[in-house]
């Protein structure tokens, strides 16, 4: 079972640069998938970007696609999100999950480990 851990967030503003780690403990995260998804009040989670297990693979929501970078380090159980050109519409809950299989998915359903999440809050 792999248990993760989101840090980085943060107060930025507006066209700032944050990144996100996700720490992740257990054997099997290597093998797995990995995906970021994101949360603002009142709305539903929505994918932001993920992984697949090789970390040659990446796929990105078109909201953020050419401003985050998605990337993994199997070595150091980790995974990362890199936001550059960061908008207020960026504020939210950010959460780390680990897929069910070795390859990506934009769908929640897909993800069996979520992390408690890490506040990202970008002023205008």
């Known amino acids: 079972q792999v248990q993760l851990v989101e840090s980085g967030g943060g107060l930025v503003q507006a066209g700032g640069s944050l990144r996100l780690s996700c720490a992740a403990s257990?054997?099997?995260?290597?093998?797995?998938?990995m995906g970021w998804f994101r949360q603002a009040p009142g709305k539903e989670r929505e994918f932001v970007a993920a992984i697949t297990w090789t970390g040659l693979s990446t796929h990105y929501a078109d909201s953020v696609k050419g401003r985050f970078t998605i990337s993994r380090d199997n070595a150091k159980n980790t995974v990362y999100l890199q936001m550059n050109g960061l908008k207020p519409e960026d504020t939210a809950v950010y959460y780390c999950a680990a897929a069910r299989g070795p390859g990506y998915s934009d769908s929640v359903y897909q993800y069996s480990t979520w992390g408690q999440g890490t506040q990202v809050t970008v002023s205008s």
């Open positions: 257990g054997r099997t995260f290597s093998s797995l998938g």
